[in-house]
Nanobody, 120 residues
C-alpha cells in the first residue's frame, strides 16, 4: 500500500486546513490509520488514530480542534484542523496498519509528510 499525504500549507493562527491521506494498491485491508506530526527538533507525535472508520484517539494538544475521518469509498483519510496555533507547525505524516488479503501479512505503511506552517 502506498500512502500520499497532501493539503499542507501556510495558514494564519486561528485558521483551518484539511489534510488528506490517499491509499493506493490492491488486495489489502486497512484497519488502523494514524496521523503523526514532527516539529523541528522534536520527536514524532501521534496526533489522531482511526480504527475501523472511527476516530479513537486524539493527542491532548489537538482535542476539540482537530477531527480525523475516513472515506472508504475514496480510500482516503482526512484531518480537519481548526483553530490552528503556531505550535501546530510541523510536518504531518499518515500511516496505516495494512493486511495483505492474499498472505494475511500485516505491515505498516508511511506516507511522505506534508508541511503545515501556522504563522502570521
Amino acid at each position: 500500500v502506498q500512502l500520499q499525504a497532501s493539503g499542507g500549507g501556510l495558514v494564519q493562527p486561528g485558521g483551518s486546513l484539511r489534510l488528506s491521506c490517499a491509499a493506493s494498491g490492491s488486495d489489502y485491508s486497512i484497519d488502523t490509520m494514524n496521523w503523526y506530526r514532527q516539529a523541528p527538533g522534536k520527536q514524532r507525535e501521534l496526533v489522531a488514530t482511526i480504527i475501523n472508520d472511527r476516530p479513537t484517539n486524539y493527542s491532548d494538544s489537538v482535542k476539540g480542534r482537530f477531527t480525523a475521518s475516513r472515506d472508504n469509498a475514496k480510500n482516503t483519510m482526512y484531518l480537519e484542523m481548526n483553530s490552528l496555533k503556531p505550535e501546530d507547525t510541523a510536518v504531518y505524516y499518515c500511516n496505516s496498519v495494512t493486511r495483505d488479503l492474499a498472505s494475511q501479512k500485516v505491515s505498516i505503511s508511511w506516507g511522505r509528510g506534508t508541511q503545515v506552517t501556522v504563522s502570521s
